[in-house]
């Protein structure tokens, strides 16, 4: 095998251990091999990168144990080419397995060009990342609690979401508040709804008589303190994702989206050919069943610009919204998408399912013509994977979405179709005349 590095190591990553082997090839061919363990301490990682230096190593590869592999890119990336490999990617002999071992076997692989490095975005994306994903377990813990507070509200005979659709609403919180405080009399809690609920007083007085005692008021109560809390977690990282994302961004923001056909997006940033995270934010929330929140998310997985996949193909295979390829003497032997990046493949997942929903987009006709031939799960997947496509080239031409006609696509499917049904006829031995309805009705 061809040698692509000649110095090079491995680490076997540990939560209190790392293991390292370098290996180094002089010009002769004769390779020289130390192995070293360290803590995992940060004087300890720093001891790590003083002992790598000074044997004059050039790339470091190690496996994305847990979260241990972390402390010890932080303190590498600077100083080293580091790769992050995919652990099932580089399983050694069975019966050679221990942390020596495991660490030369990774230096070898390394030097002989046989692994590759996951994706790992540079550390202003990372922190995106984590303020993105701890925003949306802090939108999960909510949804939880409220569903929770459904449940107490339930066993005291309160039927409040038979009537209301969010029970945490202005009118229902209002009722909430007032039960907590004691107060049992149905006409005054149903008098405390606001809006169109108004129209729904006497529906709400059913609701409301129900058998609620001291011991559900302390447990709603204990539920609307959580909920308030986490309401106000929610909207601190909101403030911290805007301060973040306005430190890459232009003075100038491109302009707002109007009705007219969309033009190409200028370079947002002074580096180049760059765009700002707030561009492709943008350009993001302009696609179907995407928002402001969700948007977020997927520049924060995938990065203002994908130029690290060479094609919207290599994209959706990382975030494995694509099918897969396992096929043996001709024959497919499945096609699940497999396991990548959870973050970014539930945030397209919830995209399509919000897309679908928009009247008269191309997408919702996309899943309705998919729906018909396949399970509804398979259907909103291939959604999210056409979303996925979509973003990739706009982000790559720097343009806003815009909604194709989807009237010309279905004529030209219908002539395709009728082409179609036209051949199978004919297979049978008649002779089939096809006339346009205007034809037939003149």
Same mark, same amino acid.
């Given at each position: 095998?061809d040698?692509?590095? =000649?110095?090079?190591?491995g680490?076997?990553?540990?939560?209190?251990?790392?293991?390292?082997?370098?290996?180094?090839?002089d010009?002769?061919?004769?390779?020289?091999?130390?192995t070293?363990?360290?803590?995992?301490m940060?004087?300890?990682?720093?001891?790590?990168a003083?002992?790598?230096?000074s044997? /004059? !190593?050039?790339? %470091?590869?190690?496996?994305?144990?847990?979260e241990?592999?972390?402390?010890?890119?932080?303190?590498l990336?600077g100083?080293?080419?580091?790769l992050?490999v995919?652990?099932?990617h580089?399983?050694?002999v069975?019966?050679?397995?221990?942390?020596?071992q495991?660490?030369?076997?990774?230096?070898d692989?390394?030097?002989?060009?046989?692994v590759?490095?996951?994706?790992?975005?540079?550390q202003?994306?990372?922190?995106?990342?984590?303020?993105?994903?701890?925003?949306?377990n802090l939108?999960?813990?909510?949804? =939880?609690?409220?569903?929770?507070l459904?449940?107490?509200?339930?066993w005291?005979?309160i039927?409040?979401?038979? %009537?209301?659709?969010?029970?945490?609403?202005?009118?229902?919180?209002?009722?909430?508040?007032?039960?907590?405080?004691?107060?049992?009399?149905?006409?005054?809690?149903a008098d405390?709804?606001?809006?169109?609920?108004?129209?729904?007083?006497?529906?709400l007085?059913?609701?409301?008589?129900?058998?609620?005692?001291d011991?559900?008021?302390?447990? !709603?109560?204990?539920?609307?303190?959580?909920?308030?809390?986490?309401d106000?977690q929610?909207?601190?990282?909101?403030a911290?994702?805007v301060?973040c994302?306005a430190?890459?961004?232009p003075p100038?923001?491109?302009?707002?989206?109007?009705?007219?056909?969309?033009?190409?997006?200028?370079?947002?940033?002074?580096?180049?050919? /760059?765009?700002?995270?707030?561009?492709?934010?943008?350009i993001?929330?302009?696609?179907?069943? !995407?928002?402001r929140r969700?948007? /977020?998310?997927?520049?924060?997985?995938?990065?203002?610009?994908?130029?690290?996949?060479?094609?919207?193909?290599?994209?959706?295979?990382?975030?494995?919204?694509?099918p897969?390829?396992?096929?043996?003497?001709?024959?497919r032997?499945?096609?699940? =998408?497999?396991k990548?990046?959870?973050?970014?493949?539930?945030?397209?997942?919830q995209?399509a399912?919000?897309?679908?929903? %928009?009247?008269g987009?191309?997408?919702a006709?996309?899943?309705?013509?998919?729906?018909?031939?396949?399970?509804?799960?398979k259907?909103?997947?291939?959604?999210?994977?056409?979303?996925l496509?979509?973003g990739?080239?706009?982000l790559?031409?720097? /343009?806003w979405?815009?909604e194709?006609? %989807?009237?010309?696509?279905?004529?030209?499917?219908?002539?395709?179709?009728?082409?179609?049904m036209?051949?199978? !006829?004919?297979?049978l031995?008649? =002779?089939?005349?096809i006339?346009?309805?205007?034809?037939v009705?003149?």
């Amino acid at each position: 095998m061809d040698l692509l590095h =000649t110095h090079g190591a491995g680490l076997d990553v540990h939560k209190k251990t790392v293991v390292a082997h370098a290996r180094i090839t002089d010009a002769r061919g004769r390779v020289e091999r130390h192995t070293r363990t360290f803590g995992t301490m940060t004087a300890d990682l720093l001891a790590l990168a003083a002992w790598l230096l000074s044997l /004059e !190593i050039t790339h %470091v590869a190690m496996e994305s144990t847990g979260e241990y592999w972390k402390p010890i890119y932080n303190l590498l990336e600077g100083s080293f080419t580091v790769l992050i490999v995919n652990a099932q990617h580089i399983k050694n002999v069975p019966g050679r397995k221990t942390d020596v071992q495991d660490a030369q076997w990774i230096a070898d692989l390394l030097c002989h060009g046989l692994v590759r490095g996951s994706f790992i975005p540079p550390q202003p994306q990372r922190d995106l990342r984590d303020l993105t994903r701890q925003r949306t377990n802090l939108v999960r813990d909510r949804a =939880t609690v409220v569903n929770r507070l459904q449940k107490v509200l339930e066993w005291a005979n309160i039927k409040l979401a038979s %009537v209301v659709s969010d029970v945490v609403g202005v009118s229902a919180r209002a009722m909430l508040a007032a039960i907590v405080d004691g107060q049992s009399d149905i006409t005054l809690l149903a008098d405390l709804a606001r809006g169109r609920m108004r129209e729904k007083r006497a529906d709400l007085e059913r609701a409301l008589s129900g058998r609620v005692r001291d011991h559900h008021r302390f447990v !709603i109560a204990s539920h609307l303190e959580q909920i308030d809390f986490l309401d106000g977690q929610i909207a601190s990282f909101d403030a911290q994702i805007v301060a973040c994302v306005a430190k890459q961004a232009p003075p100038s923001p491109p302009a707002a989206l109007t009705d007219s056909p969309p033009a190409p997006l200028p370079p947002s940033s002074g580096d180049g050919d /760059e765009l700002s995270w707030e561009a492709a934010i943008q350009i993001w929330d302009s696609v179907p069943g !995407i928002g402001r929140r969700l948007a /977020e998310q997927l520049v924060a997985e995938i990065g203002p610009q994908p130029e690290q996949f060479p094609s919207a193909g290599h994209l959706a295979s990382w975030a494995k919204v694509a099918p897969g390829n396992r096929e043996s003497a001709g024959k497919r032997l499945s096609g699940k =998408t497999g396991k990548g990046n959870r973050w970014l493949r539930t945030s397209l997942v919830q995209a399509a399912h919000g897309a679908v929903k %928009v009247k008269g987009s191309a997408l919702a006709v996309y899943y309705r013509r998919l729906a018909k031939r396949m399970s509804g799960k398979k259907a909103m997947m291939a959604v999210a994977h056409k979303i996925l496509t979509i973003g990739y080239t706009l982000l790559c031409k720097r /343009e806003w979405y815009r909604e194709p006609d %989807v009237s010309v696509r279905e004529a030209r499917r219908t002539e395709q179709l009728v082409v179609q049904m036209q051949r199978r !006829i004919e297979r049978l031995g008649y =002779t089939v005349t096809i006339e346009p309805p205007a034809a037939v009705a003149a």
